[in-house]
């Protein structure tokens, strides 16, 4: 399972010109229901605009233009009249992890994705990140069982706990460390299935010092 943006990304995204009108640009999205889309020049990425930015120049509904008038305006504006030019990126190569953190500080929904001479190769949205971590954490498949344990920040507690399962005979499918305070995480162990053995485990932990503040049958 590939961690990578290019692996996860939709590739060869639909996207216009620059100089495509504004009705064009209205077809294209209602026909593959988007919300926003992206602006190629010479296979550069060059801006973008959503359906808000369309509504915006678009005459209201309340207007007494006939059709052909409406049409006829909406062809005299062009995508560039109505376009963002500054357009936030992500390279091909950059990571998952990478692709979000640009979502989360940036907040926004999804990311064209370019190569390093600045060719729009495709695009990838939160909904691919969500997918991709479903993934990571073995969702899918069903039957996990989630541990979730209060530990120390101190060098050793990891292999000290990998050593408990491995000397039972339990084989670990994930780890995940999530950050208390400077002190403490929580550390979040999944298994394939119910493993035999899996309440002795408990037992061994809570001996050896450790709290277990949570466990689950997941999917």
């Known amino acids: 399972m590939s961690m990578f943006v290019a692996s996860r990304m939709t590739?060869?995204?639909?996207?216009?010109?620059?100089?495509?009108t504004i009705q064009q640009a209205d077809r294209l999205m209602k026909k593959h229901k988007f919300h926003r889309m992206l602006v190629v020049d010479n296979g550069k990425l060059v801006?973008?605009?959503?359906?808000?930015?369309?509504?915006?120049?678009?005459?209201?509904?309340?207007?007494?233009?006939?059709?052909?008038?409406?049409?006829?305006?909406?062809?005299?504006?062009?995508v560039r009249d109505i376009m963002h030019d500054k357009v936030?990126?992500?390279?091909?190569?950059?990571?998952?992890?990478?692709?979000?953190?640009?979502?989360?500080?940036?907040?926004?929904?999804?990311?064209?994705?370019?190569s390093d001479v600045g060719a729009v190769v495709g695009i990838i949205t939160a909904t691919d990140i969500l997918k991709t971590f479903i993934e990571v954490m073995g969702l899918p498949s069903g039957g996990k069982i989630r541990l979730t344990l209060e530990v120390d920040n101190k060098v050793g507690v990891m292999a000290d706990i990998t050593k408990i399962f491995a000397d039972n005979g339990i084989n670990i499918d994930s780890f995940i460390t999530c950050k208390q305070n400077d002190k403490r995480y929580e550390l979040v162990v999944r298994l394939n299935d119910r493993p035999k053995g899996f309440d002795d485990i408990k037992k061994f932990l809570i001996e050896r010092g450790y709290k277990v503040v949570h466990s689950a049958n997941i999917g």
Not at 11 to 20: I, R, Y
Not at 47 to 56: K, N, P
Not at 88 to 114: C, F, R, S, W
Request: charged share 25%; proline share 6%.
């Open 11 to 20: 590739k060869h995204p639909v996207s216009v010109t620059s100089d495509a």
């Open 47 to 78: 801006g973008y605009f959503s359906d808000r930015d369309i509504m915006r120049v678009a005459p209201s509904p309340a207007t007494t233009l006939s059709k052909f008038e409406i049409r006829s305006l909406l062809d005299k504006i062009s």
């Open 88 to 114: 936030i990126t992500v390279n091909e190569d950059a990571t998952i992890e990478e692709a979000a953190l640009i979502m989360y500080q940036n907040k926004v929904g999804g990311l064209p994705v370019v």
